[in-house]
């Protein structure tokens, strides 16, 4: 009995049909899987891939540090080394389940020496003792006339493939969380740049403010303005530099390391990558064969189907073969003789009739089991059309953000220039200044915020595509 799942996508519907061919396993399972799938992502423009998600879905980025800390962290974060291992103990159970295809052999060898009792009170019916050499071979095969064998192999299979999935999920989450993170150093990183850079600018506005007093060109009122404005930027800094000692902790520890043995050119300054084109979603049918989680969902579902299989068979009769073959002989040099040979072959058919309804509520168990991870999968398919959908809008979005707040941050500047000039020729006041030098600083330090969290969308929307999973 062989839980195999099959798919009907039609071009015009998409329809998902999920198909468990096992003898004998009667429920409503057509009614509890999803019986349409959307044709297309919901979004109010029409949607035009531009670019594929690729092989390595992070080179897209272009940054070549990257690169070599996702490849690093790929080859020794220690949740894939285990998710390997998972692999590993999976194909292993495999191989338990096939071993019962084969017949169990033994030998043995020994010496008995056996005293009996006299069987009667009489003289003559004393206690006798003998004792003997004995060699020999035993054998014991259970023939998988109806298939229970088979099912388990099956099921062991399934299973083995579900932990592949998994490990190719877990691989597809470290590297999508080794680029977040690194997108996020990379921002505080910038935005601890933009903080010194300002404050150094500021600096000089507070001497530009402090020569004015002096001169009594103007109050001491602009001096404790462009001070307040100096020192709450210099009090953004520390905590910048909190974080960025803290997101460097956490990209070593995602890739095996410690923070001292992460690469040099990562504390240096660097540019944020550019945005990539929106890489190619095809529909969302496509999800059932990338997406790692329900690849996996799938073939958890296919061990269940089987192991309702294993459960029926117990109803049916076992055929098993026993065999024996040896010498034995009251001496040594006796044992190959051909008058010591022996041999004992036994073929069973055992059927067990009444259990006291064990049997019954195994088989029963099983589908309940079977039919949790149905609605397991028809969830984690749903998911994953609204993540994918989010994610490509998100990822839109962010990026029309970053136009708007650089056109933002272009003004700010111009404007903080322009009051500065009109401010050192006294023909504005100090507030205009300070009012300009907040938002300057503001909207810099949002545009690159938005910059960030337009690449870590891009990086959520190849993750919920199912990205690059090999390893």
């Not at 192999?153 to 299973?159: E, G, I, L, M």
Request: glycine share 6%.
């Amino acid at each position: 009995m062989v839980a195999i799942l099959k798919y009907s996508l039609g071009a015009a519907c998409r329809t998902l049909v999920p198909v468990v061919a096992a003898a004998a396993i009667c429920f409503p399972c057509a009614a509890q899987t999803p019986d349409r799938m959307p044709t297309a992502w919901t979004y109010e423009q029409a949607y035009y891939p531009t670019d594929s998600t690729g092989t390595q879905w992070w080179t897209r980025l272009g940054d070549p540090l990257l690169d070599s800390l996702v490849n690093c962290g790929r080859a020794n974060n220690y949740d894939i080394i285990s998710a390997l291992k998972r692999i590993d103990a999976a194909r292993a159970q495999v191989g338990i389940a096939q071993s019962g295809y084969y017949p169990t052999i033994g030998i043995s060898a020994g010496w008995t020496k056996e005293r009996i009792s006299g069987m009667t009170t009489s003289p003559d019916h004393n206690a006798t003792t003998t004792d003997y050499f004995n060699i020999g071979a035993n054998m014991s095969w259970e023939i998988d006339v109806f298939g229970k064998i088979r099912a388990g192999v099956n099921q062991r299979k399934a299973s083995w493939r579900a932990s592949r999935a998994e490990y190719d999920g877990v691989m597809l989450s470290i590297s999508a969380e080794i680029a977040s993170t690194y997108i996020s150093y990379r921002v505080a990183r910038a935005q601890l740049e933009v903080a010194r850079e300002h404050s150094e600018s500021q600096l000089k506005i507070v001497k530009i403010a402090e020569a004015r007093h002096e001169t009594g060109l103007s109050s001491g009122l602009d001096v404790a303005q462009a001070k307040t404005v100096y020192y709450s930027t210099l009090a953004t800094i520390q905590p910048l530099e909190t974080r960025v000692h803290t997101l460097a902790n956490s990209l070593a520890t995602l890739l095996g390391e410690y923070a001292s043995q992460l690469p040099s050119s990562l504390f240096s300054y660097c540019e944020l990558p550019q945005c990539p084109p929106m890489p190619t979603a095809g529909v969302p049918a496509d999800l059932l064969r990338q997406r790692p989680d329900i690849i996996a969902a799938e073939q958890n579902l296919a061990a269940a189907a089987a192991a309702v299989g294993v459960a029926k068979k117990d109803f049916l009769p076992t055929l098993s073969l026993q065999g024996s073959i040896g010498t034995q002989s009251h001496k040594a040099g006796n044992l190959f003789k051909k008058e010591s040979f022996a041999y004992t072959i036994a073929p069973t058919l055992s059927w067990t009739l009444f259990s006291g309804l064990e049997r019954k509520y195994a088989v029963s168990a099983a589908k309940a089991d079977m039919e949790e991870l149905i609605a397991t999968y028809n969830s984690t398919v749903q998911s994953a059309v609204a993540e994918v959908d989010n994610a490509i809008y998100s990822y839109s979005r962010a990026i029309e953000n970053i136009e708007s707040l650089t056109l933002a941050m272009e003004q700010s500047r111009e404007a903080y220039n322009r009051s500065v000039e009109l401010y050192k020729s006294g023909n504005s006041g100090f507030l205009n200044v300070a009012d300009a030098q907040v938002s300057y600083l503001t909207y810099s330090n949002q545009l690159i915020s938005a910059r960030g969290q337009a690449v870590n969308a891009y990086i959520t929307l190849c993750k919920a595509l199912g990205g690059d999973t090999q390893p």
